[in-house]
Structures are given as C-alpha cells and as structure tokens.
C-alpha cells in the first residue's frame, strides 16, 4: 500500500524559505513519479514540482528558480525546498505518487496522496 506523509509547513514572512519533506512508502513501481502540488481555487490542485525515481524534475513556470525538488538516496524522502516565499505561495502543500513519467499529466492521474502541510508567507 502507497503512503506518504509531509511535514515542514510553517508561517514565514515574505523572502523567507522553507522545506518540505515527502516520507513515501510502499512503492514497488519500477518507474514513478512523486510530485508537489498545492491547492487552488475550486478545490483544484495546482502542480508545483515534479521528480521521477530516476532523479528528473519538472517545475510550474511560478515556482522555477525558487524552489527545487530533490530525493534522498533511498528514495523514501522527497524534499521540496523553497526560497524567497512569495505572499501566493501561501496554500496546502500536498505531495502525490503515480505509477509511470512526470511528464503532461493532471493532478487527477495521481492516486495516491498525502494528508498536506500548510505553508503560510505573510509579513
């Protein structure tokens, strides 16, 4: 059974930075995808970042140069480090598991997903 877990949400003021970490479990794909999203408006969840177990990233146009997604050795922890937070930044951070590539898929396609983390950016 995929589980994952994250933890880092804080309340930082603007300019600050933060990391997020993804603890997965369960995986036994041989190619994955673990992404960050966060939600938006409807209840929809907007892509943040992306990385496949071979180490690939992808990252909305909004968080590029700011934020980066990396993954430890074992592939368990997945880490979204993000710096110079911008008041928009503020959301729920959730951080999902699919089977297959990173590339030109929908938050809908990915059916595992963790509880969330709250990130607040306010002065």
């Known amino acids: 059974q995929v589980q994952l877990v994250e933890s880092g949400g804080d309340s930082v003021q603007p300019g600050g930075s933060l990391r997020l970490t993804c603890v997965v479990s369960?995986?036994?794909?041989?190619?994955?995808?673990v992404g960050w999203f966060r939600q938006g408006q409807k209840n929809e969840r907007a892509s943040v970042a992306r990385?496949?177990?071979?180490?690939?990233?992808i990252y909305d146009d909004s968080v590029k140069g700011r934020f980066t997604v990396s993954q430890d050795d074992t592939k368990n922890n997945i880490y979204l480090q993000m710096t110079n937070l911008k008041p928009d930044d503020t959301s729920l951070y959730y951080c999902?598991?699919?089977?297959?590539?990173?590339?030109?898929?929908?938050?809908?396609?990915?059916?595992?997903w963790g509880p969330g983390t709250q990130v607040t950016v306010s002065s």
């Open positions: 999902a598991a699919r089977e297959g590539t990173c590339i030109g898929f929908s938050y809908r396609t990915f059916p595992h």
């Open positions: 369960g995986i036994t794909w041989s190619r994955y995808c």
């Open positions: 990385i496949a177990n071979d180490g690939g990233a």
